[in-house]
């Protein structure tokens, strides 16, 4: 192989090298892959069937039962009313869960009396993000 | 003889000095590529940031692209927007330039905020080059379904695809043929039906359970509100009153989300053609 031709040889591989990492330094996002996650719509799902699961008494049970219609068939259809996070029945079921069933709904009739539009965040710390306040059991 | 000792001396100590600083500067930028390199982008990010606050303006640009792409992978589009942004200003090259408005465009679109991204759109000059022009009308494309423009959007995706390229253009043509579907259910329709009957804007809008549900609450409210003795009616008003607006806000989230996946899957296929 003479002089000129390894010129020519050196030459062209500068060039593809170059060529190469230009494009590395431009593309380091792709587009496409982008644009397949655009438009997945939200899912929401809440699962509260843990509740009923390992209950010692048949009282916490039934409590936990009630729970779980109410959530289910009525607090379904309802707006969003509780200013709490977690809302009030949430609330109310770990308290049956943690104090037994007397002294947690006891605190459940608590948190509902707390529970109204004139709360604010001298007393409870303010989450942006779900627009609730904080009140965990 | 001294003297050349002395200069020789100097000079490697003065060329070892610019050596050791510009490698360091090399090296920080090198660890946070590799870093980069697996996936430890929030590392990547403190490090790329260390150097661009040393860099000169010459390599400002292609840090802050790198600055941006982090935080692009980490779904922070709005600072990701900001480092293109300024990798944008930094930029010596039109076609980077170019290359950075359409990253930043992008960034306003994974936001989903499609207006703004249109309006940027519509400022960006790409000049002649064939391949730049069908990248923005690409852009403009998904934007205009993203706002949905849905004919407006056709416009546009058609004149993404090469001239020649007619499969692709037919398949767009049949799949754009159906987009009527894409405007159905009506969130309007929906609170009208939940007004009048209450659960059937939820069953309009394909969630029978919920609407059954709806219905016969309301229908047990009403029952024990007219039905019962005198005091029944103040007791039940307000629990009906909010069961019912309940029930029209729910009607209309159903027909956004069933309409929301209507449109994903309507966008996938458009995918399947745009960016095979």
Redesign the interface.
């Given at each position: 192989m003479d002089i000129p031709k390894n010129r020519k040889y050196i030459f062209i591989i500068i060039c593809i090298s170059f060529a190469c990492k230009l494009t590395g330094?431009?593309?380091?996002?792709s587009?496409?892959s982008?644009?397949?996650?655009?438009?997945?719509?939200?899912v929401h799902t809440e699962d509260h069937s843990k509740y009923l699961e390992n209950q010692e008494s048949e009282m916490k049970v039934l409590i936990s039962f009630s729970f779980l219609f109410y959530k289910k068939?009525?607090s379904?259809?309802?707006?969003e009313?509780c200013v709490f996070h977690p809302s009030c029945s949430e609330y109310t079921i770990e308290a049956v869960e943690n104090k037994g069933a007397i002294i947690g709904l006891l605190d459940g009739f608590d948190r509902l009396l707390r529970c109204h539009s004139f709360v604010n965040g001298r007393d409870y710390p303010y989450n942006t993000v779900t627009k609730k306040y904080h009140d965990p059991h | 003889m001294a003297k050349y000792i002395l200069f020789s001396i100097f000079y490697f100590l003065f060329s070892f000095s610019i050596e050791v600083k510009s490698n360091d500067l090399k090296s920080i930028i090198n660890f946070a590529d590799s870093l980069s390199l697996h996936r430890n982008y929030q590392n990547a990010l403190h490090e790329y940031k260390r150097a661009f606050f040393f860099a000169g303006s010459d390599q400002k640009c292609?840090l802050s692209?790198?600055i941006a792409?982090c935080y692009?992978?980490l779904k922070e589009f709005q600072l990701a927007r900001t480092f293109y942004d300024s990798a944008l200003h930094y930029s010596i090259h039109d076609?980077?330039r170019i290359?950075h408005a359409?990253?930043k465009v992008?960034c306003y679109?994974?936001e989903d905020n499609f207006g703004y991204a249109l309006l940027k759109l519509d400022d960006l000059e790409v000049g002649t080059p064939i391949h730049l022009q069908r990248r923005k009308n690409l852009y403009q494309g998904?934007c205009y379904f993203?706002v949905e423009q849905y004919d407006a959007s056709h416009q546009h995706l058609l004149n993404s695809i090469p001239e020649g390229d007619t499969i692709r253009k037919s398949q767009l043509h049949q799949l754009y043929k159906s987009r009527k579907k894409l405007k159905r259910p009506n969130s309007n329709v929906a609170i009208i039906l939940s007004i009048v009957v209450p659960g059937s804007g939820q069953v309009y809008s394909g969630d029978i359970k919920?609407g059954l549900?709806?219905f016969l609450?309301l229908g047990g409210l009403f029952y024990l509100g007219t039905c019962t003795s005198m005091i029944g009616p103040v007791i039940i008003i307000p629990f009906f009153y909010?069961?019912y607006?309940?029930?029209i806000?729910?009607a209309k989230q159903a027909a956004g989300?069933k309409r929301?996946?209507k449109?994903?899957g309507y966008?996938s296929n458009l995918?399947e053609i745009l960016?095979q």
């Open positions: 330094y431009s593309q380091e996002i587009d496409t982008a644009f397949k996650t655009l438009f997945i719509p939200e068939y009525i379904s259809q309802d707006v009313a | 292609q692209e790198k792409d692009f992978v076609s980077l290359d359409f990253q992008l679109m994974m998904i993203g919920d549900n709806s609450l909010r069961y607006m309940g029930g806000l729910h989300e929301n996946e449109r994903y966008y995918t960016l």
